[in-house]
Structures are given as C-alpha cells and as structure tokens.
C-alpha cells in the first residue's frame, strides 16, 4: 500500500546527531498536509507506530514548526485543536532534552546571592556600587544599577548549566545593571566605570609579565 503523504522512508537516521524523532498524530499530520507543510516536515519518515507516524525533524525545524502552531491554533477547526496541543507538547518536550544535553541543571543559588547582597548593604565600602548609580559599560553605554552586588543567573550560548525552561544559562558575580533601553543585564565590576572617567574596580589577571 503506498503511502499517502508519498514520504521516502529515512534509514538510520540514528546515526546522525542532527535530527530527533518526532511523534505526529494523524490528524496533525493531514493538517499539515492540507497547508502545503509537508515537503517541509514531513520529508524524512521514519516508522509508523499506528496512530502516531513518526518523522524525524532537526532541532531548527522544530522550532520553527513551533512558532508556526500558535498561529494555526486560531484557524485549524475545533476538532483539529487537540492535534495542535499535542504536537506542540511534544516538541517542547523533545526541545528541552535537545538544548539541556550535556548541560547540568542550574544549581541552588540563593544562599550564595543572599550573602552577597547582604554583604553589600552591611558594608560602607566607597568599592561598592549603589543602586541607582550611573555608570558607563566598557561600550561607552550609560546604564544604571539597579541591582546590589551579587550572584546573577544570565542566557548565553557558552552556558555550562541550563534553567527549567531548558535555556542555556551560566552565572556571574557582578551587578544587575538597567541598559539605555530599559531592559537589564549583569555587568561585571571591572567593566564598569563611573561618568568622570574614574575606574571603579580593578580585574586580576594571572600571570603576564611583570617588570
């Protein structure tokens, strides 16, 4: 019996790290189908496991297919909804293991980052930054503090650890600083000087040469 979708079966696709196995259920699949998705993501077949085909789709691909379903949630008919919800649990199911591999989970934080901002409001020290101070950022950005000096949690691509929404995350002991267009960031110390030019912190660096 041909297949209806005309979809060339993938051989092992397990030895490549660039696609997942993905879990359709038939009416999810029709749905694409019916909106011309399907030399999109449905090329790569893999087995079908009765009501629930399975295709196998590259993390980019799922992402996008993602952002592509909250929009035809609000078109597809009522019945077609379900399908909607379940492929969309699906890939952020398989989205969090992807992004978290070989990440740790985000350690407990809070006793550190209690201690340092207790630390900052304890001790009179003309080193410690106060909140609502102007600073300027090594691109001669003017920001604010606008958090005490601590322990900071921040999104990057070289993140050793990951949160519970699976973003790739690592920390940094600095201050949390509002930027020129209102969002915030953390910035370290050394990185910061005050408006007249004054260093406010120095940064160690060992070894180098000493004369």
């Not at 993602?66 to 399908?83: N, S, T, W």
Request: hydrophobic share 40%; proline share 4%; aromatic share 6%.
């Amino acid at each position: 019996m041909a297949n209806p979708s005309n979809i060339t079966p993938l051989q092992q696709h397990h030895a490549t790290s660039t696609a997942a196995e993905v879990h359709f259920t038939r009416r999810m699949r029709d749905v694409l189908v019916r909106r011309g998705l399907e030399a999109t993501y449905l090329t790569r077949f893999v087995r079908d496991n009765g009501a629930a085909p399975v295709y196998a789709l590259t993390v980019g691909e799922m992402e996008a297919l993602l952002e592509l379903l909250e929009p035809m949630r609000q078109k597809v008919e009522r019945y077609d909804k379900v399908a909607v919800d379940a492929l969309e649990r699906e890939l952020d199911r398989i989205l969090f293991t992807e992004r978290t591999r070989d990440l740790r989970p985000a350690p407990e934080v809070g006793l550190l980052r209690l201690l340092g901002e207790q630390m900052s409001t304890a001790v009179d020290s003309p080193a410690l930054l106060r909140v609502g101070e102007h600073m300027l950022t090594v691109d001669g950005d003017r920001v604010t503090i606008d958090g005490v000096y601590g322990l900071y949690s921040f999104i990057t691509d070289h993140g050793r650890f990951y949160d519970r929404h699976g973003n790739r995350i690592d920390f940094l002991w600095g201050y949390s600083v509002r930027l020129p267009d209102g969002t915030s960031a953390v910035a370290k110390p050394c990185d910061l000087t005050h408006i007249d030019g004054r260093q406010s912190h120095l940064q160690l660096v060992i070894g180098g040469d000493h004369e």
